[in-house]
Structures are given as structure tokens and as C-alpha cells.
């Protein structure tokens, strides 16, 4: 048997990824692969009903899995019509009806972070702040300390304003820090944001607010260091968490 015959009785069976493969060994290969009945073999048993038609949806069966057999990860994002330069965040924290924290936090100082301490931050929240994933913190000065029960009646409300339009919207309002992450020395709240009328199909987002706290052999309080605020349900990027302020129902 002639060795195209032999590729052409072994290659129905090899999965697309293995095809493409065989693509790159030579040209003979490479002419015996494109073949888009091949292509189409593996499209229909992906999905069996587009091959109902007499031509593929696209120009090629092959284009067509090359396009859509797996989930597409990064996504082009254009650049945002907002920057932290833009934006300032009114941060209130309050423990029954005391006013722990009031703080006006430029974007810019919540884009650039902050050293962590040298000593009494533990290894698990330090691990945490270094890492790659795009974060939103700033130190807290002078620090303050609130109780570690379940109980302690600590809330927080977030409000962020543009420099560019004079308005105002809202990320968090009067939550509850419900959760206390002992093992990574954080107490977490969260809000559904106010969501643009321009977007009816977004809803369901939060937004998280984390107090940080200091390693301490005192169990009955938290010694906070540092606040971090994320949208980790939708927006893992600078450019993700612009496009999504964008968004806000702005007033």
C-alpha cells in the first residue's frame, strides 16, 4: 500500500489537534490533511447539526473547527474610556455607629498598591499580595483595629466619583464584613454593583472589599493594615475593572 493510502486510512481517526499536527510533518502530509472532508468528519461529531447544511457556515469545515473547537481564554479588550487618573473612591467603615475609617482614595493610589510590612503580616495573605493577579490596595494610616467575632457589627460603604463628568455612583452599600478568613488574615463584604440601565443583560456582579489584617496573637481583635477591592467575579485586569466602572449607573 502507497503511503498516501496508508495516510489517508490513518488520518479519519486522529483528533483535530493531532491533525493539525500532521500538518506541519511535510507537504505531502500537509495537502492529505487539509482535505476538508477530514475536517468536516471531525466538525460533525462535534457538532452534528451544522454539517446538515450542504456548505459550512464558514468558508471551510476546517476554519470552522479551527475557530471554534475550544473556548477562546484572552479576550480583546479595547482601551478604556476611563483611567484611575480619572477616578476617586470614598471609602467609610464604620463598627455599630462609630466611624472607624473615612478616607478619599485617589484611583491612581489604589492602581499603584502599596509595600507590604516588613514584619507581622503572615505568610499565606504576603503569598496573596504578591502574586500575579491584579489587585486594588492601599495602606491604612494611622491603623485600627476591630473585634474578630462573627458578631462585630463592622460595615463598609463604597462610593467612587469621575473627575471627567463630576458624577458619582456606587459600589457597596452599608455591607457587612460577614467573613473572616483566618488563614489568610482577611475580613470580607461584598454588593451587587448598580449596573447602567445602557447594559440590561449585566447583573450579578460583585464587588469585594477586604479589611487586612496583622498577624496577632490576639484572638478577640483585628489590627488592619490595609484594604484590597476587586470585581474577581468578572474583571481580573486594569483594563477589565475600567471598562467595568465605565458601566456603573453613574449620577
Known amino acids: 500500500m502507497a503511503s498516501e493510502e496508508v495516510l489517508k486510512a490513518v488520518f479519519p481517526f486522529l483528533e483535530g489537534v493531532d491533525l493539525a499536527s500532521c500538518m506541519a510533518v511535510c507537504k505531502l502530509w500537509k495537502d492529505i490533511a487539509r482535505d476538508d472532508f477530514l475536517w468536516k468528519c471531525l466538525c460533525a461529531r462535534r457538532w452534528p447539526s451544522i454539517c446538515k447544511r450542504p456548505n459550512p457556515s464558514t468558508l471551510t469545515y476546517y476554519n470552522l473547527y ?7 481564554h484572552r479576550r480583546i479588550i479595547l482601551p478604556p474610556r476611563i483611567s484611575f487618573d ?9 463598627a455599630e455607629n462609630i466611624l472607624l475609617f473615612s478616607e478619599v482614595v485617589p484611583g491612581s493610589v489604589l492602581q499603584a498598591g502599596f509595600r507590604i510590612p516588613a514584619s507581622g503580616v503572615s505568610e499565606m495573605l504576603k503569598f496573596q499580595l504578591e502574586g500575579s493577579e491584579y489587585k486594588m490596595t492601599f495602606p491604612v494610616e494611622p491603623r485600627f483595629t476591630i473585634p474578630s467575632g462573627q458578631n462585630q ?3 463598609v460603604s463604597v462610593m467612587v466619583g469621575r473627575k471627567d463628568s463630576n458624577t458619582v455612583a456606587r459600589i457597596i452599600n452599608k455591607s457587612m464584613f460577614d467573613y473572616i478568613d483566618r488563614s489568610s488574615y482577611r475580613a470580607l ?25 496583622m498577624e496577632d496573637k490576639n484572638e478577640d481583635l483585628m489590627d488592619v493594615f490595609g484594604i484590597q477591592m476587586d470585581f474577581c467575579d468578572v474583571a481580573n485586569s486594569k483594563e477589565e475593572v475600567l471598562w467595568l466602572l465605565d458601566m456603573l449607573d453613574w449620577k
Do not use: C, E, H, M
Request: aromatic letters at 24%; proline letters at 5%; charged letters at 20%.
Open 153 to 155: 457589627n463592622v460595615s
Open 66 to 72: 479551527k475557530t471554534f473547537y475550544k473556548r477562546q
Open 189 to 213: 463584604a461584598f454588593d451587587y454593583l448598580d449596573i447602567s440601565p445602557g447594559y440590561p443583560f449585566l447583573s450579578g456582579i460583585r464587588g469585594w472589599i477586604s479589611l487586612l489584617f
Open 86 to 94: 480619572d477616578l476617586d473612591f470614598f471609602i467609610d467603615i464604620w
